[in-house]
């Protein structure tokens, strides 16, 4: 009797447990899913700013139109539904890199540069992208926690039995981390050597001046008397 009584009480223990840590799992995923969805506000926000900014542009730089066709479909690739959150990243890493291209070119446009709109649109966009990577922060946060959980040990059987799986980091990886290379059309140029500068090899410092000639170091010994002659 006593035996079926312990059984019980551990099976409704293990019951309770699984339940708790199934719990456990779902509000970890609901709050991975609910720090997208605020990513993806921001997102959109980031793409309608840079549609505008290159409209802008336009205005002022019209014959760059490599570089602005290079920022539209960036874009356009980074708007395409059905990413998952690193295949997002990669995609907004390169329209960050187009988007750095055309700050550069923007750069020899002086009018561009005093735009008020070009300006504003310039300013919000930094401040989107800094809410960009404060919400991408704490949907990483909250994506380790739930990939921590799914794969230790009780957690991960009832993650396993309840389809409960790891998800994806938002980062930008490989190239996409690597600063924009802004050259100004100068990468094939000869830069001139600085004034003063003659010759293949750096110049070498000057040799410190000799020092005078003088008089043997240490006391002066007097001459040997010599003997009276004979």
Same mark, same amino acid.
């Given at each position: 009797m006593w035996v079926w009584i312990i059984i019980v009480v551990v099976v409704v223990l293990l019951a309770l447990a699984a339940v708790g840590i199934y719990n456990g799992l779902v509000t970890l995923r609901n709050r991975v899913q609910e720090a997208w969805r605020q990513i993806?506000?921001?997102?959109?926000?980031?793409?309608?700013?840079?549609?505008?900014?290159?409209?802008?542009?336009?205005?002022?730089? !019209?014959?760059? %139109?490599? @570089?602005?066709?290079?920022?539209?479909?960036? %874009?356009?690739?980074?708007?395409?539904?059905?990413q998952g959150p690193a295949q997002q990243a990669q995609s907004e890493g390169a329209l960050s890199a187009a988007l750095g291209r055309l700050f550069a070119v923007a750069e020899a446009y002086p009018d561009l540069k005093a735009n008020?709109? $070009?300006?504003?649109?310039?300013?919000?966009?930094?401040s989107t992208e800094d809410r960009i990577a404060s919400a991408r922060r704490y949907y990483n946060a909250n994506?380790? #926690?739930?990939? @921590?959980?799914?794969? @230790?040990?009780?957690?991960?059987?009832?993650?396993?039995?309840?389809?409960?799986?790891? !998800? #994806?980091? $938002? #980062?930008?990886?490989?190239? #996409?981390?690597?600063?924009? %290379?802004?050259? $100004?059309?100068? %990468?094939?140029?000869?830069i001139p050597p600085p004034a003063g500068y003659a010759g293949g090899a750096a110049p070498s410092a000057p040799a410190a001046p000799s020092a005078p000639a003088g008089p043997a170091e240490g006391p002066t010994q007097p001459p040997a008397p010599q003997p009276p002659a004979q």
């Open positions: 993806d506000v921001e997102l959109k926000r980031r793409h309608d700013l840079i549609g505008n900014l290159v409209e802008t542009v336009k205005g002022y730089a !019209a014959h760059e %139109r490599g @570089t602005l066709e290079d920022v539209m479909k960036a %874009r356009s690739a980074a708007m395409a539904g059905g008020q709109n $070009f300006l504003a649109l310039q300013g919000e966009l930094t994506v380790r #926690e739930l990939n @921590t959980r799914v794969e @230790t040990v009780p957690s991960n059987v009832v993650a396993g039995m309840f389809g409960i799986h790891r !998800a #994806e980091y $938002f #980062e930008a990886e490989g190239a #996409e981390r690597e600063p924009v %290379r802004v050259d $100004f059309g100068q %990468r094939d140029a000869t």
